[in-house]
Protein backbone atom coordinates (compact mmCIF):
# COMPACT_ATOMS: atom_id res chain seq x y z
CA UNK A 1 0.00 0.00 0.00
CA UNK A 2 2.81 2.73 1.25
CA UNK A 3 4.55 1.93 -2.68
CA UNK A 4 1.16 2.76 -4.16
CA UNK A 5 0.75 6.10 -2.13
CA UNK A 6 4.41 6.98 -3.15
CA UNK A 7 3.61 6.61 -6.91
CA UNK A 8 1.01 8.71 -6.93
CA UNK A 9 2.48 11.52 -5.00
CA UNK A 10 5.13 11.27 -7.39
CA UNK A 11 2.61 11.36 -10.25
CA UNK A 12 0.89 14.22 -8.57
CA UNK A 13 3.65 16.25 -8.51
CA UNK A 14 4.66 15.49 -11.86
CA UNK A 15 1.32 17.03 -12.91
CA UNK A 16 1.53 19.52 -10.99
CA UNK A 17 4.76 21.25 -12.83
CA UNK A 18 3.02 21.10 -15.96
CA UNK A 19 1.72 24.69 -14.36
CA UNK A 20 5.71 25.89 -14.99
CA UNK A 21 5.19 24.82 -18.61
CA UNK A 22 2.08 27.39 -18.77
CA UNK A 23 4.24 29.98 -16.65
CA UNK A 24 6.96 30.08 -19.32
CA UNK A 25 3.97 30.21 -22.18
CA UNK A 26 2.46 32.58 -20.74
CA UNK A 27 5.46 34.76 -19.74
CA UNK A 28 7.18 34.59 -23.12
CA UNK A 29 3.19 35.44 -25.12
CA UNK A 30 3.38 38.75 -22.33
CA UNK A 31 6.39 39.82 -23.38
CA UNK A 32 6.44 38.99 -27.31
CA UNK A 33 2.83 41.36 -26.65
CA UNK A 34 5.09 44.19 -24.92
CA UNK A 35 8.17 43.96 -28.28
CA UNK A 36 4.68 44.10 -30.70
CA UNK A 37 2.84 47.05 -29.01
CA UNK A 38 5.82 49.52 -28.65
CA UNK A 39 7.36 48.42 -32.18
CA UNK A 40 3.52 49.65 -33.06
CA UNK A 41 3.51 52.85 -31.06
CA UNK A 42 6.70 53.62 -29.25
CA UNK A 43 4.79 56.61 -27.29
CA UNK A 44 2.98 54.23 -25.68
CA UNK A 45 5.84 52.10 -23.74
CA UNK A 46 5.71 53.14 -20.51
CA UNK A 47 2.11 52.39 -20.15
CA UNK A 48 2.50 49.26 -22.36
CA UNK A 49 5.70 48.10 -19.96
CA UNK A 50 3.80 48.44 -16.26
CA UNK A 51 1.02 46.25 -17.78
CA UNK A 52 3.66 43.81 -18.86
CA UNK A 53 5.09 43.53 -15.56
CA UNK A 54 1.57 43.02 -14.19
CA UNK A 55 0.72 40.53 -16.72
CA UNK A 56 4.54 38.82 -15.84
CA UNK A 57 3.62 38.80 -12.01
CA UNK A 58 0.25 37.60 -11.88
CA UNK A 59 1.71 34.74 -14.97
CA UNK A 60 4.91 33.57 -12.38
CA UNK A 61 2.12 33.43 -9.39
CA UNK A 62 0.26 30.58 -10.69
CA UNK A 63 3.70 29.19 -11.82
CA UNK A 64 4.61 29.30 -8.09
CA UNK A 65 1.47 27.92 -6.74
CA UNK A 66 2.00 25.09 -8.99
CA UNK A 67 5.39 24.43 -8.17
CA UNK A 68 4.22 24.94 -3.90
CA UNK A 69 1.72 22.12 -4.74
CA UNK A 70 4.19 19.85 -6.40
CA UNK A 71 6.40 20.10 -3.25
CA UNK A 72 3.16 19.78 -1.40
CA UNK A 73 2.91 16.44 -2.29
CA UNK A 74 6.22 15.20 -2.32
CA UNK A 75 7.48 16.14 0.94
CA UNK A 76 4.23 16.06 3.30
Same mark, same amino acid.
Given at each position: ???? #?? =? %?? #???? *????? %??? @? ?6 IVF *? =???? @?? &?????ERP? $??? #??? #??? &???? %??GLL ?5 ? $?? $???
Amino acid at each position: MDII #LQ =S %AR #LIGA *GLACI %ALA @GAGTGVGIVF *G =SLVI @GC &ARNPTERPQ $LFQ #LAI #LGF &ALTE %AVGLLGLMMAF $LL $LFM
